[in-house]
């Protein structure tokens, strides 16, 4: 997903110690896409309750989102919108390597291949609204604000970032930086390793892209850096043949007339419409940022009645945060005195 930059970014490791107190607002249909990919078991099979309902989504947002909490950092979550008509081929193409493994899937099932089901059921992954309301309604009851962005949760972060409402957004995906994300984190997970597609591990741990660096260091602005997105290529378009980012960036210093320069390499779609979507993607301009107490009741409910999670995990960690918020109120009440 999300547009290739390679080396062009530069980052900067930080610790969790360092966002502490630091709002940071994450997008959430990417994050849930990670964990409906990674939360399985050995076959490929998602994780599910008694009844055969899935809950690896769940899973993942009660183990890394409490643990983040439990970090004082302050999250906000956003979810997707409607996403944009140019969109439609990517997500078709998508649907369409979705159905080829399905195919693989089940002839991996007939030969019991246990490792190759563990592969493609992870290329099947689709999001279903039952999943992003429940995902909601965790998140909500965790005491987290929630955000529906009308489009792309991308640009939605990126303004509320503009505007000073959180500190930082957490991505994976570059495509961010294209709609003014001053500072944006990565790997804001709880494993601190990291798989390689040879199955080898790598050791991660969160880094810091700040925007002004990147176009700084690369010699560029803004829009530049959004031309250059679309010669290598974006969740809009599928980029200009042999040309990659090292290429796209000596492209774009070269020539300013955008004009000429995707006549000059031939480009085979709409460089103005692309362009647009980046610079006036919909956002919610009026949102409110609220963190509430953690309902526990609710929690329960939906964990452990619902959806048969161990009472007894459920309710050390609820301790634990209860704990974290009594420690915050009588911080703030000694700071005040």
Do not use: C
Request: aromatic fraction near 6%; avoid cysteine; charge should be positive.
């Amino acid at each position: 997903m999300g547009v290739k930059l390679g080396n062009l970014l530069s980052k900067q490791q930080i610790s969790f110690d360092d966002l502490k107190d630091k709002k940071i607002a994450v997008d959430m249909s990417n994050t849930l896409y990670q964990f409906l990919t990674s939360i399985r078991q050995r076959d490929g099979t998602l994780l599910m309750d008694n009844e055969g309902r899935v809950t690896s989504h769940l899973v993942g947002i009660w183990s890394r989102f409490s643990n983040l909490m439990l970090r004082g950092i302050k999250l906000v979550v956003v979810f997707d919108g409607k996403a944009p008509s140019l969109k439609v081929s990517t997500q078709e193409e998508r649907e369409h390597r979705k159905r080829i493994a399905e195919d693989k899937l089940e002839k991996a099932k007939e030969e019991d291949d246990v490792e190759a089901m563990g592969k493609y059921s992870k290329q099947t992954v689709r999001m279903s609204s039952e999943i992003v309301n429940e995902s909601k309604e965790l998140l909500k009851a965790m005491g987290l604000p929630v955000i529906q962005a009308p489009s792309e949760a991308d640009a939605q972060m990126a303004f509320m970032a503009e505007q000073k409402k959180v500190d930082y957004v957490a991505s994976s995906d570059a495509d961010i930086l294209l709609y003014g994300a001053p500072k944006v984190i990565t790997n804001l997970t709880l494993s601190q390793r990291r798989k390689l597609p040879g199955g080898a591990t790598v050791k991660t741990t969160p880094e810091v892209v700040e925007l002004s660096k990147v176009l700084n260091e690369l010699g560029i602005d803004r829009d530049k850096l959004i031309a250059l997105s679309i010669l290598v290529g974006t969740d809009y378009n599928k980029g200009v043949f042999r040309v990659g980012p090292k290429t796209a960036l000596k492209l774009v210093k070269q020539e300013s007339d955008f004009n000429k320069l995707f006549k000059e390499v031939k480009a085979e779609f709409d460089w103005k419409k692309i362009y647009a979507i980046f610079k006036s993607m919909p956002v919610m301009k009026e949102y409110q940022l609220k963190w509430d107490k953690i309902d526990e009741d609710k929690i329960k409910e939906l964990l452990i009645e619902k959806h048969d999670f161990g009472e007894e995990r459920v309710q050390n960690t609820l301790e634990k945060l209860r704990k974290k918020d009594k420690s915050k109120d009588q911080k703030g009440l000694g700071d005040f005195i």
